[in-house]
């Protein structure tokens, strides 16, 4: 993956995902959006986010953990 999509910065899994559909459509944010290879394992995760919804709770006690504070 070129700088281009990239940033050259660290990204998250989901982010590199998302760079990786951009490269393939060739940089055209609507050719992600309605991208007609639904059997790509990719497919499900392109718009950069994994659709899952989590509570304010769960997301609280996420953060905690990554703030090294896991009990």
Known sequence: MGKKYTGGNIMTPLKAIRAKC???S???PNE???CPIP???LYKYRSGKSGR???PEHRAQLLQNLK???K
Do not use: L
């Open 39 to 41: 059997d790509c394992a």
């Open 53 to 55: 919804k989590i509570s």
């Open 22 to 24: 951009m490269e393939c």
């Open 26 to 28: 060739n940089g055209q």
């Open 68 to 70: 090294g504070g896991k």
């Open 32 to 34: 992600v959006k309605f």
